[in-house]
């Protein structure tokens, strides 16, 4: 499979595409304001406890108290909780990460009110970005991300991803990531390190610890509320754990970050470093590469597959419902139960695309048309659950039910891409309500008079539908004929074939247009 990465920054955000075979599989827009990441570390402040809730709400500086569950406190907070303490009163030359004593693992079913107090100075990771009206979610369970690798401090557990299937390599893996993991530390090992030498396994472990003993040696010197550490930006963190063989090109239209994406891939790839390429096209790079308008066509309530295929997407505050259209998809040569199949694959595969393409998450439930065959039912299902393997994010797929619903959870850790692809009215500005027709006579003659009077141009242009453009310069003696006499100044006025009937439009004397 051909993968390509096509980045677009301006001022304000980046956008990031995903292309498979040219086809946009993930659109990601990254704020360069956006300082509540997934993975950022912050110093927060207990602000209050619910006892009922058996959660904490925490000051992390955002406008609204960040949550903090019981079950996301991890086994080892109080260790965690301990060496914070000793950090800040300055006691770093007393002991050593390695050497540091833990305490018992808090029990699955405590209560919060015996771990945390209100005031109390914590450290904590956003694991869920603010979404809506909600603040973020955290976590005291630190876990650092690499290429190959997870790093937990507080933790000796060493885990293998299950995708790595053969026993002989995960004996293999586990063995060399005792002999070079430091202790009071865990990892797990990503599906991406099977087969990979343990120089690469432990230049990406001594990168991770790095980043454990920069918010060692910050924590002295800071204060709740305050960020401790950034997790990479989406760019980087999407190449981080993207890049592999299959990756072909980067795409990028900065100067400045197509250099700092160089030297990140020399760092975690530099087999890698030549697929990073600079784009100085006239074009902008979203439409050189027709993702302007996959985007177009794959956002809003409509979605039209190439074959007629047709979904409906509505969005609740408690779920997502997809409903599959046939369109004019028959074949004559098939029977209803046969098209009905071919329909609904072609649908699963879109819909695979969608959830990822608009990072959908929680529950997201599907209406299929209807199948009565059960092997068709299971092939459809089947078919789904590979195209959902293609999806990085934790997902689970149901068989249909006795209605023909599938239902899908998808994990939801940020807002959902939402693109705007319907456009105002320019005739009634989106209130749908226009004025009266009679009136755009009356309304054309106010402005002209103010323009040519008032404001004194000399040169002015009208554009206006070809019905109204008839209107106004056909006949013995035509509207823009006694506007001449009326102004003593000749009015030039242009057929807009791309107009709507009410829409007009003026433009001076270097067909720049006058806002009204």
């Not at 823009?480 to 001076?508: G, T």
Request: aromatic share 8%; charged share 30%; glycine share 4%.
């Amino acid at each position: 499979m051909n993968k390509e990465l096509v980045i677009d920054s301006n001022g304000s955000e980046v956008n990031i595409a995903l292309l498979e075979d040219k086809i946009l599989v993930e659109l990601h827009k990254e704020q360069n304001n956006n300082d509540f990441t997934v993975g950022d570390v912050f110093l927060g402040k207990v602000r209050k406890i619910m006892p009922g809730l058996n959660a904490a709400f925490v000051d992390v500086g955002y406008k609204k108290d960040a949550f903090l569950h019981y079950l996301d406190l991890g086994p080892q907070v109080r260790t965690l909780n301990n060496y914070t303490r000793l950090l800040q009163q300055g006691k770093s030359d007393k002991f050593s990460y390695e050497k540091f004593k833990y305490e018992p693992d808090i029990e699955k079913t405590g209560k919060i009110t015996k771990v945390l107090t209100p005031g109390q100075e914590i450290l904590v990771q956003v694991a869920k970005e603010p979404i809506s009206t909600k603040g973020p979610r955290i976590s005291t369970e630190i876990s650092f991300p690499g290429r190959f690798l997870v790093l937990l401090p507080f933790s000796d557990k060493i885990s293998i991803s299950q995708k790595i299937r053969s026993k002989e390599e995960r004996g293999r893996l586990k063995r060399l990531l005792t002999s070079i993991k430091p202790q009071n530390y865990g990892v797990i090992v990503r599906t991406v390190a099977e087969n990979k030498k343990v120089a690469e396994l432990d230049t990406d472990l001594r990168n991770l610890v790095s980043k454990w003993e920069k918010i060692s040696n910050k924590l002295p010197h800071l204060k709740a509320p305050q960020k401790v550490l950034s997790e990479l930006d989406r760019t980087s963190a999407i190449l981080r754990d993207l890049l592999n063989e299959s990756f072909n090109n980067i795409h990028i239209n900065d100067q400045a970050l197509y250099e700092e994406i160089k030297e990140f891939i020399e760092r975690i790839a530099p087999e890698k470093k030549d697929i990073v390429s600079l784009y100085k096209g006239k074009l902008p790079i979203f439409e050189q590469f027709n993702i302007e308008r996959q985007i177009r066509n794959s956002f809003g309530k409509n979605v039209t597959i190439k074959s007629g295929v047709y979904l409906i997407i509505e969005h609740t505050e408690a779920l997502h419902v997809i409903d599959v259209n046939s369109g004019h998809r028959v074949n004559k040569d098939n029977s209803q139960e046969q098209n009905a199949l071919v329909t609904n694959t072609e649908a699963a595969t879109e819909i695979a695309r969608q959830l990822r393409l608009r990072d959908m998450g929680g529950i997201i439930v599907v209406d299929f048309i209807d199948m009565h065959d059960a092997r068709n039912r299971r092939t459809l299902y089947e078919h789904l659950k590979t195209e959902m393997d293609k999806d990085r994010a934790k997902h689970s797929v149901l068989p249909p039910s006795k209605f023909g619903l599938i239902q899908i959870t998808r994990q939801r850790v940020r807002p959902e891409m939402n693109v705007e692809v319907m456009e105002k009215c320019p005739v009634c500005n989106g209130t749908g309500q226009i004025k009266s027709s009679i009136t755009i006579i009356d309304d054309i003659e106010n402005n002209l008079e103010y323009l040519l009077r008032d404001q004194n141009l000399s040169r002015l242009t009208l554009g206006v539908h070809p019905f109204i453009y008839a209107y106004l310069t056909k006949g013995k003696i035509s509207k823009q004929w006694k506007w001449f006499w009326e102004y003593k100044k000749w009015v030039k006025i242009k057929e807009m074939k791309h107009h709507n009937m009410l829409e007009y439009h003026f433009f001076d004397q270097n067909q720049e247009e006058i806002k009204q």
